[in-house]
């Protein structure tokens, strides 16, 4: 299976301020049809995860311009600008590229 | 708006069954492959199961399989997750999930199991 390896595993952030969690995965996720999978997602406390992006840079319906991703092959990056209280959670990345999908760690983005 | 339930978790013994279902709404069924995901402390986040939109097409973890079967109802809008010869290490918080431009594009409220003697 391809191991996703999520960093930090841990993440202080002053509101408004700006953050970046890494993805890796242990082999590249460009699959033979051209794209990327991979998305990332957020769980907020006591709630399910819900979708950001996928493929790596798309944002999904209604989530704000504040979210970006970005990366290719092996290395990608969530950015998150002028953190607000209901970004607060835990961060997942998903591959899909290659069965059977795997979820990284997990980061969890708290407040200092 | 898009609304996945589910429902029949609960505490089993070791090596006996449940079922799990969930109801969807808001969206055309027949349309979407499904899902289901569980999470756990230590293990984190784990597809177990997907179908395809007609039921024809399936697929499981490698841990699961020969064990547990997905399946689907798309006249009543309902999917569900057959569990059989249950392992400890099989308890966790159970999602239905529906895919779309993106695996697990939406997710219901999860149901637990804990499986135990």
């Given at each position: 299976?391809v191991?996703?390896?999520?960093?930090?595993?841990s993440?202080?952030?002053?509101?408004?301020?700006q953050?970046?969690?890494s993805?890796?995965?242990?082999?590249?996720?460009?699959?033979?049809?051209?794209?990327?999978?991979?998305?990332w997602y957020l769980?907020k406390?006591?709630?399910?995860?819900?979708?950001?992006?996928y493929r790596?840079?798309?944002?999904?319906?209604g989530?704000?311009?504040?979210f970006?991703?970005?990366?290719?092959g092996?290395?990608?990056?969530?950015k998150?600008?002028?953190?607000e209280?209901?970004?607060?959670?835990v961060?997942?990345?998903?591959?899909s590229?290659?069965?059977?999908?795997t979820f990284?760690?997990?980061?969890k983005l708290?407040?200092? | 708006?898009?609304?996945?339930?589910?429902?029949g978790?609960?505490?089993?013994?070791?090596?006996?069954?449940?079922?799990l279902s969930?109801?969807?709404s808001?969206?055309?069924?027949?349309?979407?492959?499904?899902?289901?995901v569980?999470?756990?402390?230590?293990?984190?986040?784990?597809?177990?199961?997907?179908?395809?939109?007609?039921?024809?097409?399936?697929y499981?973890?490698?841990?699961v399989?020969?064990?547990?079967?997905?399946?689907?109802?798309?006249a009543?809008?309902?999917?569900?997750l057959?569990?059989?010869?249950?392992?400890?290490e099989?308890?966790?918080?159970?999602?239905?999930?529906?895919h779309?431009?993106?695996?697990?594009?939406?997710?219901?409220?999860?149901?637990?199991?804990?499986?135990?003697?």
């Open positions: 299976d191991l996703m390896t999520q960093t930090p595993v993440l202080p952030v002053s509101l408004g301020g953050v970046s969690i993805c890796r995965s242990s082999q590249s996720l460009v699959h033979s049809d051209g794209n990327t999978y991979l998305h769980q406390p006591g709630q399910s995860p819900q979708l950001l992006i790596v840079s798309n944002r999904f319906s989530v704000p311009d504040r970006s991703g970005s990366g290719s092996t290395d990608f990056t969530l998150i600008s002028r953190v209280p209901e970004d607060l959670g961060y997942y990345c998903l591959q590229t290659h069965f059977p999908p990284g760690g997990g980061t708290e407040l200092k | 708006e898009v609304q996945l339930v589910e429902s978790g609960g505490l089993v013994q070791p090596g006996r069954s449940l079922k969930c109801a969807a808001g969206f055309t069924f027949s349309n979407y492959g499904m899902a289901w569980r999470q756990t402390p230590t293990k984190g986040l784990e597809w177990v199961a997907s179908i395809s939109t007609g039921g024809g097409n399936t499981y973890r490698d841990s399989k020969g064990r547990f079967t997905i399946s689907r109802d798309n009543k809008n309902t999917q569900y057959q569990m059989d010869s249950l392992r400890s099989d308890t966790a918080t159970y999602y239905c999930a529906r779309g431009a993106t695996p697990f594009a939406y997710w219901g409220q999860g149901t637990l199991v804990t499986v135990s003697s």
